[in-house]
Nanobody
């Protein structure tokens, strides 16, 4: 059983920063991978970043590479998404996800557990 709860979203001006948190319970940190996805109104959910602890692999979408960083604190059972240099195109609901099986880090099909989402709005 895995439960994920996101927090840290809000409204910021372009160029600003936010750090999202995902509090995990259960077996989340024993999972194959943890990831962040985002979904803007009227669009499909898209991959942002993910990390596989078993394979020690990290991947980022090209649109956020160099600006966003995924990290974790096992003692606090929490993963983070540090977002710097935010752009209006980053506006979306951000979701934390966890996988219980091996799969592609970029594929939504890999992840069986999801948080409720947290809104990020970036203004001009």
């Amino acid at each position: 059983q895995v439960q994920l709860v996101e927090s840290g979203g809000g409204m910021v001006q372009a160029g600003g920063s936010l750090r999202l948190s995902c509090a995990a319970s259960g077996r989340s940190f024993d999972s194959y991978a943890m990831a962040w996805f985002r979904q803007a109104p009227g669009k499909e959910r898209e991959f942002v970043t993910a990390n596989s602890w078993s394979g020690d692999a990290t991947d980022y979408a090209d649109s956020v590479k160099g600006r966003f960083t995924i990290s974790r604190d096992n003692a606090k059972n929490t993963i983070y998404l540090q977002m710097n240099g935010l752009k209006p195109e980053d506006t979306a609901v951000y979701y934390c996800a966890a996988s219980s099986a091996i799969g592609s880090l970029r594929s939504i099909r890999t992840y069986g557990y999801w948080g409720q989402g947290t809104q990020v709005t970036v203004s001009l």
